[in-house]
């Protein structure tokens, strides 16, 4: 699967449960969405992932990947201490400038 660099790192970093990386993958005036809120820049994101990775110890792993440098969906296997997991999700990218500008997870 061939996927943009800062999408490998953002796996890398969920996958260690490196908030501080994860956050790094991102813009600083980046925009997530999740579970209906929205974290803008990479404080507000380095603190949703980081008490997310705590609540649910969640992993990915990559399924299939449809985009190019600019903007793109990923869905992946998402384990973890929540109820339902495995989940498959999809997230979506807004790439600028080597980094994640949005991210919207389903």
Do not use: R
């Amino acid at each position: 699967m061939n996927l943009p660099e800062v999408i490998q790192d953002l796996i890398k970093a969920q996958n260690d449960f490196d908030s501080a990386n994860f956050a790094n993958c991102f813009s600083e005036t980046a925009i997530v969405f999740d579970e209906g809120k929205n974290y803008t820049g990479k404080t507000e994101i380095q603190n949703w992932i980081e008490k997310a990775s705590k609540e649910y110890n969640a992993t990915m792993k990559p399924i299939s990947f449809a985009g190019d440098a600019k903007e793109g969906s990923l869905k992946a296997e998402v384990s973890g201490t929540f109820p339902g997991s495995p989940l498959v999700l999809t997230y979506h990218f807004q790439l600028e400038a080597q980094h994640i500008q949005t991210l919207k997870i389903d």
